[in-house]
């Protein structure tokens, strides 16, 4: 009579088991590189949107050092309000990368949503990030703010703060009516994956000369 060996093998339960095991380790390796890829998108977001603002800064000081320069124009030369209007001192860089000793500021745009960033396409500069409608559309935009720095003559220790007014003085602060300097606030909007994301920062720059 011939004995019956058994081979030890798995049972369904047991397969179930492996395969849940399994699918979990994959779920959480895939979740963790589509987070990373989130997560490296919304820092390239973060540094285009910080150096657009800073960019917005140093373009504000490079225009009064070259008002400085000309020797005939006010510190705040085209960065105070629109012509014409001045309770409008919003505005957008025009510079596009090419040669321009002299930044200038486009007053038209008012809110964020009519300052667009662009993707410039031109052989003098490719790929550059501007304010003006020349190229491909990008989903960021960025919009100046010029406030006057305002001082009181009789006491040049006390300062006015920057209300949003665009001329000096301030609303509530009838002595103070000499500008010595400007506030620059940079305002940045942009979309990431239809959720608006946004940054701010300021700038103080004074008539020193």
């Given at each position: 009579?011939?004995?019956?060996?058994f081979v030890p093998g798995q049972t369904l339960m047991e397969m179930l088991i492996v395969l849940f095991v399994i699918s979990v380790g994959l779920y959480a390796a895939v979740t963790?590189?589509?987070?990373?890829v989130t997560l490296q998108a919304q820092d390239a977001d973060q540094t285009v949107a910080m150096n657009l603002a800073r960019e917005g800064l140093e373009l504000v000081q490079s225009k009064r050092d070259s008002n400085w320069l000309?020797?005939?124009k006010q510190f705040n030369d085209g960065m105070d309000y629109k012509l014409g209007d001045n309770t409008d001192c919003t505005a957008a860089p025009t510079w596009a990368g090419g040669a321009y000793p002299d930044p200038a500021f486009d007053f038209t745009p008012n809110t964020l949503d009519q300052a667009r960033v662009y993707k410039s396409s031109a052989l003098t500069s490719p790929g550059l990030f501007t304010n003006q409608v020349t190229a491909t559309t990008t989903d960021f935009y960025r919009l100046l703010t010029f406030t006057p720095i305002c001082q009181n003559p009789s006491d040049p220790t006390k300062k006015a703060p920057a209300d949003g007014s665009c001329l000096c003085p301030?609303?509530?602060f009838a002595a103070y009516t000499k500008q010595v300097g400007l506030r620059?606030?940079?305002?940045?909007q942009w979309y990431r994956q239809g959720n608006k994301k946004s940054l701010t920062i300021y700038g103080d720059f004074y008539d020193w000369r």
């Open positions: 009579m011939k004995r019956q060996h963790l590189i589509f987070q990373n000309d020797g005939t301030p609303a509530g620059v606030k940079t305002d940045i």
